[in-house]
T-cell receptor, first 115, second 117 residues
Framework: GAVVSQHPSWVICKSGTSVKIECRSL??????MFWYRQFPKQSLMLMAT?????????EQGVEKDKFLINHASLTLSTLTVTSAHPEDSSFYIC???????????FGDGTRLSIL | AQSVAQPEDQVNVAEGNPLTVKCTYS??????LFWYVQYPNRGLQFLLK??????LVKGSYGFEAEFNKSQTSFHLKKPSALVSDSALYFC???????????????FGDGTTLTVKP
């Protein structure tokens, strides 16, 4: 089946650091990629939707300058959390979707802990 | 606008018993419906989907779901639960006509399934 690779799986860093998370679709071309944030025992919160070669569409309340998304190719999207602070600590999950009504395929998530 | 509701935060069943995880949806057109499962510290895994056709959909790990248009429901079921089925389950709906971002799904709040031996 379709595989989405997300890296790194765990990040611990100091406040003020910028952190980049990569999301790759390994065996299909992803027309669209999504970035989610998930708090403990809570549902997924969609942060943004990105299409290759165009600017990401951010959900209401998500800071564009704080969470930079780059979708450079049909197989790679990156999320950069700029100047991270403890309140940015969370579980971040990406997903990718190909054409023809396919389900979303999810990465294994990135646990971000800001000290 | 599309929405999905999972009315139960928690479902507990004994191993070997049938299980049901409920999901209801709201879309303006014909829905695309999905179920996903999430294990601790992992991303979501696709279980099954309904796009069109037979209302009873069979998916991975022995799970199935029935699309009921009149009740706008898509409940997840399994005839005999396993302890290893214990996880967080998400229902999702996509309205293929109602969103400029094709593929954007709305997820329910999740239901934690606990299967006890």
């Amino acid at each position: 089946g379709a595989v989405v690779s997300q890296h790194p799986s765990w990040v611990i860093c100091k406040s003020g650091t910028s952190v980049k998370i990569e999301c790759r679709s390994l065996d299909f071309q992803a027309t669209t990629m999504f970035w989610y944030r998930q708090f403990p025992k809570q549902s997924l919160m969609l942060m943004a939707t990105s299409n290759e070669g165009s600017k990401a569409t951010y959900e209401q309340g998500v800071e564009k300058d704080k969470f930079l998304i780059n979708h450079a190719s049909l197989t790679l999207s990156t999320l950069t959390v700029t100047s991270a602070h403890p309140e940015d600590s969370s579980f971040y999950i990406c997903s990718a979707i190909g054409p023809h009504n396919q389900p979303q395929h999810f990465g294994d998530g990135t646990r971000l802990s800001i000290l | 606008a599309q929405s999905v509701a999972q009315p139960e935060d928690q479902v507990n069943v004994a191993e070997g018993n049938p299980l049901t995880v409920k999901c209801t949806y709201s879309v303006s057109g014909n829905p695309y419906l999905f179920w996903y499962v999430q294990y601790p510290n992992r991303g979501l895994q696709f279980l099954l989907k309904y796009i069109t056709g037979d209302n009873l959909v069979k998916g991975s790990y022995g799970f199935e779901a029935e699309f009921n248009k009149s009740q706008t429901s898509f409940h997840l079921k399994k005839p005999s639960a396993l302890v290893s089925d214990s996880a967080l389950y998400f229902c999702a709906v996509r309205d293929p006509l109602g969103d400029t971002n094709a593929g954007k799904s709305t997820f329910g709040d999740g239901t934690t399934l606990t299967v006890k031996p």
